[in-house]
């Protein structure tokens, strides 16, 4: 059996309990088409393959192919790429424009640039369920006022609705990892695009504020807005990044100069 790859950042999921609340969980149907992120030994896989009309599924192991051509070569509704996700484009995979349900264990040190591909695919996507280390799980869906909000978890909460099913204690993956790990669902959210103006202009105010997240907004964004013109937008000056909700940073994109 092949070993997991600390380089790649492998835990392979093994809990027959969990697969099976994943499973259930997830719910799929028989015309539904899945992109799997990470096939690895093919657990989760194997388990889709008799309930769904069609799965792609991404590998970029080159050590589990072998195993995984064997089970495309079984099945007629399977195939296998050996390849990085963040080279798939699902608008190329999509038959008949059907929307992908997107499902994966992602390997904890990739996390944040498949968040960002995601968002980028978003369009082609039904619904999402990605199982995470627990403290970025935590990151994507922390609420304003938090010290895990961020960034990306302005973007994630922008593009998609959230819903954090399940956690999940590391004796159930081989090897151990020694954290903690959620499943959580997300749904696009309709006509939001991330490389609309609306999403860039988002993207460059986040960096800009969360660069300087210890300094006042009034400090880190000086160059593009007084103070008065944050009360006058009902937003205290004096805050920090951390403390502004999606809903603030939308109402200073619509305020700045087009």
């Known amino acids: 059996m092949v070993r997991a790859k600390k380089s790649l950042g492998q835990n392979f999921l093994t809990d027959e309990l969990i697969l099976n609340r994943i ?103 039904f619904d999402i369920h990605y199982m995470f280390q627990k403290e970025f799980g935590e990151r994507l869906v922390s609420p304003p006022g938090n010290k895990t909000y961020g960034r990306l978890s302005v973007l994630t909460q922008y593009m998609f609705d959230s819903e954090d099913l399940f956690e999940i204690l590391p004796e159930s993956f081989t090897p151990k990892p020694s954290v903690d790990s959620i499943f959580i669902k997300f749904q696009p959210k309709l006509q939001k695009d991330i490389n609309s103006l609306e999403a860039i202009r988002l993207q460059e105010l986040t960096r800009l504020m969360f660069s300087k997240r210890r300094k006042k907004i009034s400090t880190s964004c000086k160059k593009i807005l007084q103070p008065n013109e944050f009360i006058d937008l009902g937003i205290d000056p004096d805050d920090r990044p951390e403390s502004l909700s999606l809903n603030d940073f939308l109402k200073i994109i619509k305020y700045l100069p087009k």
């Open 23 to 125: 499973l259930e969980t997830v719910n799929p149907k028989k015309q539904d088409q899945f992109f799997e992120i990470g096939s690895g030994r093919g657990a989760l896989t194997k388990r889709l393959i008799p309930k769904i009309k069609r799965i792609d599924s991404v590998e970029i192991d080159k050590d589990l192919i072998s195993s995984l051509r064997k089970l495309e070569s079984s099945s007629t509704n399977l195939t296998i790429y050996q390849d990085s996700v963040l080279k798939i484009n699902l608008d190329k995979l999509s038959r008949n424009k059907s929307k992908f349900r997107v499902i994966g264990n992602l390997p904890y040190n990739l996390s944040s640039k498949i968040m960002l591909w995601t968002f980028n695919n978003a369009e082609h996507i």
